[in-house]
């Protein structure tokens, strides 16, 4: 079993910069990858970015340049800077864990990111 908690979020101006943070506990040997999710009101749940345990990252193209993942294996921590915020980029941001199955994922609770004009 994974628990993820998830902070950083809150209200940002366009062009601001906001750093998300998800802290994982509990089995986590069995990871193999985290990253995040986003999801606006009446909207679809969409990727954001990932990175494995060997590092390997991949963006969503309407991130990329903006957003940078990154972890620390010794705090079991993910964290997503998100630079040059757009008011399109408000949504509840999920950190998400990828386990040994399709069946051993994980969810965060989500954190508000809301990016003012």
């Known amino acids: 079993q994974v628990q993820l908690v998830e902070s950083g979020g809150g209200l940002v101006q366009a062009g601001g910069s906001l750093r998300l943070s998800c802290a994982a506990s509990g089995s986590v040997f069995s990871i193999n990858a985290m990253g995040w999710y986003r999801q606006a009101p009446g909207k679809q749940r969409e990727l954001v970015a990932y990175i494995t345990n060997g590092g390997t990252t991949n963006y969503a193209d309407f991130v990329k340049g903006r957003f940078t993942i990154s972890r620390d294996n010794a705090k079991n921590t993910v964290y997503l800077q998100m630079n040059s915020l757009k008011p399109e980029d408000t949504a509840v941001y999920y950190c998400?864990?990828?386990?040994?199955?399709?069946?051993?994922?994980?969810w965060g609770q989500g954190t508000q990111v809301t990016v003012s004009s």
């Open positions: 998400k864990a990828w386990g040994r199955t399709p069946r051993d994922n994980y």
